[in-house]
């Protein structure tokens, strides 16, 4: 059975539980300047890079990965936010980048198998993909709107290498995550299109967008339903969101996706709203009970935690939807819809 066949039969069954973020797990280990490096020989400061501990300290990134399996997630993502061309420049680590996205890729790859192995349960291997810090859609110059720093072009392959190096680590899907430009997700698209002609072979797709305020707009300005009829075109395994704010005030805009999308709904809030200080500290029941309505009102298919979210976060999610029903999948709306900021049918 192919992973795309595997996820279905598994996400028909129950809903699935997706971990949550290496960040958080990675600063609770309190690693020195020199442990982000290891061995690599970069000389740049690399504190905070955390992309690059898959390579420099796996055993670190070994034991985050089971503690969510543990937990009880179904659907594990690599650890490659950030670990694209661009936002690795900043670290003078681009050279690195196929190796830290095979070395993650590894890692989860392992574990997942690791654990099938004992129990038999199906796990996934989700190859994550960061919006890297560029915009396609916005000028970062406020005196010349029409600027950009990369071409449509450039970020396609800059996502079509970080995407080969996943596939090759191991993962089972492409989840593009965080998505705040949809040009930018498109451009994601097409990499990984490409890649499927290459490579002659299916690789499933996920898409989970972010919204900047609670209007329910990402950063490119598009509306959570406008954004799905920009990328239906896909025929994403999912969809979803992610980050954002906390499972309280994501509530509505996981209602409104889930009532259109002809797809698997994927939701991965942050554990609640950051405090004064920018941390996060929404208790784990709390998120799970949130996160757990959600899944009652027959709303998701597959749930986790973004920031703030940690193992014990995880495991209160993963008590919440145990034994509940997934959500049914829509029929599909064969009604024209175009979508620019916001969603226009035309009426037959």
Same mark, same amino acid.
């Given at each position: ?42 000389? +740049?400061?690399?504190? %905070?890079?955390?992309? =690059? !501990?898959?390579?420099?300290?796996? *055993?670190?990134? #070994?034991? $985050? ?22 936002? +690795?420049?900043?670290? %003078?680590?681009?050279? =690195? !980048?196929?190796?830290?996205?095979? *070395?993650?890729? #590894?890692? $989860? ?24 810090n ?21 970020i ?10 996943l ?15 949809t ?14 002609r ?40 999912a ?54 309505k ?55």
């Amino acid at each position: 059975m192919d992973k795309r066949a595997e996820f279905k039969a598994a996400a028909d069954k129950r809903v699935l539980v997706k971990d949550g973020p290496y960040g958080t797990e990675i600063q609770a280990a309190k690693l020195a300047a020199q442990d982000y490096a290891g061995s690599t020989g970069l000389t +740049q400061d690399q504190k %905070g890079n955390n992309d =690059l !501990v898959n390579l420099s300290q796996p *055993a670190v990134i #070994r034991r $985050i990965c089971d503690s969510y399996i543990a937990a009880g997630a179904h659907v594990l993502a690599t650890n490659t936010f950030n670990a694209n061309r661009i936002s +690795q420049a900043d670290y %003078g680590a681009e050279h =690195l !980048v196929r190796e830290i996205n095979s *070395a993650a890729a #590894r890692i $989860i790859r392992r574990a997942v198998d690791d654990a099938m192995a004992r129990d038999g349960i199906p796990r996934f291997v989700a190859g994550a993909v960061g919006p890297t810090n560029k915009t396609l859609s916005l000028s970062p110059d406020v005196e010349d709107p029409g600027f950009r720093e990369v071409t449509y072009d450039e970020i396609v392959d800059v996502y079509r290498e970080q995407c080969v190096a996943l596939l090759e680590g191991g993962a089972d899907f492409i989840l593009v995550e965080t998505v705040f430009d949809t040009l930018n997700c498109k451009a994601a698209i097409m990499a990984v299109k490409q890649l499927e002609r290459e490579l002659a072979r299916d690789i499933p797709l996920m898409i989970s967008l972010t919204l900047t305020d609670l209007s329910g707009r990402n950063l490119s300005g598009h509306t959570v339903e406008a954004f799905w009829h920009s990328v239906r075109h896909a025929r994403p395994l999912a969809i979803g969101l992610n980050c954002s704010f906390g499972a309280e005030q994501l509530r509505p805009h996981v209602q409104l996706l889930s009532a259109i999308a002809d797809t698997y709904l994927l939701a991965y809030p942050n554990a609640g709203l950051p405090n004064e200080l920018g941390e996060y500290d929404e208790a784990p029941e709390t998120t799970a009970g949130l996160v757990g309505k959600w899944a009652q009102n027959g709303r998701v298919n597959v749930v986790g935690g973004c920031c703030g979210s940690t193992p014990a976060h995880i495991a209160a999610i993963a008590r919440a939807v145990e034994g509940v029903t997934p959500r049914a999948i829509p029929d599909r709306d064969h009604t024209m819809t175009l979508a620019g900021l916001e969603p226009f049918t035309i009426a037959a």
